[in-house]
């Protein structure tokens, strides 16, 4: 099983702030639904408060410590290895975040898709965790995108794991 994390972030890899996007891009929310749909997706319970609601068209996943805490068409899990249980017939699941959650999973992660967004965010208080950069390889990367109802330049850049 594939786990992809797929994650926009600003020049100092903020993801967010006081529990929101820092920003719109239509054309990045586009690629992240035509990515993501059909498959499992992965999220921390802020995210999903941040969300409103289980994304259609996708198997939602929602990780959070709160052993009790439920929401319509979500399956919740209280640890990150019950993924292998639930998702054991999956090609490819995708952790959305927040920030404790792609930490959670980027040591287990095997793929990448990143949004490189060219600005930074004044009082981000959500960040993707860092990487190693020597032990991702870049396998795709895009020009430079930046559509009518897009606040900033952005470039998407996909990552393998290489094999150690």
């Not at 921390?44 to 410590?65: E, Q, Y």
């Amino acid at each position: 099983m594939e786990i992809t994390l797929i994650a926009a972030f600003d020049k100092n890899q903020a993801i967010g702030k006081q529990g929101d996007l820092p920003w719109h891009l239509s054309s990045d929310l586009k690629h992240f639904k035509k990515i993501t749909t059909g498959s499992t997706i992965v999220m921390g319970r802020k995210t999903f408060d941040s969300i409103g609601k289980a994304l259609p068209n996708r198997k939602n996943i929602v990780l959070t410590r709160n052993k009790d805490w439920q929401k319509e068409g979500v399956i919740t899990i209280n640890d990150p290895s019950e993924i292998n249980s639930i998702c054991i017939n999956e090609n490819e699941i995708f952790i959305i975040g927040g920030a404790e959650i792609y930490k959670a999973f980027l040591k287990i992660a095997t793929k990448m898709i990143l949004s490189f967004v060219e600005t930074e965010v004044n009082s981000a208080d959500a960040f993707f965790p860092e990487f190693d950069k020597e032990c991702w390889e870049i396998i795709d990367s895009t020009k430079n995108i930046k559509e009518e109802n897009d606040d900033f330049t952005y470039r998407i850049k996909t990552f393998i794991k290489l094999a150690k």
